[in-house]
């Protein structure tokens, strides 16, 4: 969803092996070098959900890096949506 200040937000459900092996750690890391706010957190169905809010350029290369993860993840599928802006959102928090 676009935003009037050029912010974009996307909601992404990112499946495979991505539980247990730094995946929400190192989105964490990934989102704070990319300007990234929003958040990663562990779903019960093995899924790790991701709010992804920033520049259309930033969040667009962040969903790209989603498909890579942490070096022991193996992801599967990344199914992306618009989402609605959250405000206030400060910086990228694992939940």
């Known amino acids: 969803m676009r935003h009037h200040t050029g912010v974009i937000s996307k909601m992404c459900w990112v499946s495979g092996r991505v539980q247990g092996?730094?995946?929400?750690?190192t989105?964490?890391?990934?989102a704070r070098?990319?300007?990234?706010?929003?958040?990663a957190r562990n779903l019960p169905d093995g899924r790790v959900e991701v709010l992804a809010q920033g520049?259309?350029?930033a969040v667009a290369a962040f969903v790209h890096?989603?498909?890579i993860g942490s070096?022991?993840?193996e992801v599967?599928?990344?199914?992306v949506r618009d989402a609605p802006l959250l405000q206030p959102r400060a910086g990228f928090t694992p939940e």
């Open 27 to 30: 989105a964490l890391s990934r």
């Open 33 to 39: 070098e990319m300007g990234i706010s929003g958040y």
């Open 76 to 79: 599967s599928g990344v199914e």
């Open 55 to 57: 520049t259309e350029a």
């Open 71 to 73: 070096s022991a993840s």
């Open 21 to 25: 092996v730094y995946y929400r750690g």
């Open 65 to 67: 890096w989603l498909w």
